[in-house]
């Protein structure tokens, strides 16, 4: 349970910054270089090579190095414990709004009486 929700954690906290999103859906169109990625987000080198750690961390991406060039490209993580969680929550939600729904329903007709 412990590693499922640090997994959990790993997963949302990188996906909670929004230049880590853009590095992925970049990334879904093919791999590209931190230098690149550096580029097209406007940083420094420095900044996304943080930003790509905390990813790889994740699962999210993995990186090679080949000569001077480290290249990134998505990782083996495809999100499934992480869709599941959220369809949980929403469930429960769900249920939440529905009981609230059924009350409010209830309260209308004691009224209408």
Same mark, same amino acid.
């Given at each position: 349970?412990?590693?499922?929700? !640090?997994? +959990?954690?790993? @997963? ?6 929004? =230049?880590? %999103?853009?590095?992925?859906? /970049? $990334? ?29 961390? !994740?699962? +999210?991406?993995? @990186? ?6 480290? =290249?990134? %490209?998505?990782?083996?993580? /495809? $999100? ?34």
């Amino acid at each position: 349970m412990v590693q499922h929700q !640090a997994r +959990l954690d790993a @997963t949302f906290g990188a996906l909670a910054d929004g =230049t880590r %999103r853009g590095v992925l859906e /970049r $990334l879904g169109r093919g791999e590209a270089s931190i230098s690149e990625l550096a580029e097209r987000f406007d940083m420094t080198l420095t900044g996304m090579k943080k930003h790509v750690h905390v990813l790889e961390e !994740a699962g +999210l991406v993995t @990186t090679e190095k080949q000569g001077r060039v480290r =290249t990134c %490209r998505l990782g083996p993580r /495809r $999100l499934e414990e992480e869709a599941a969680w959220i369809d949980g929550y929403r469930r429960m939600l769900e249920a939440r709004l529905d009981r609230l729904g059924e009350f409010l329903a209830h309260e209308k007709k004691g009224e209408d009486t």
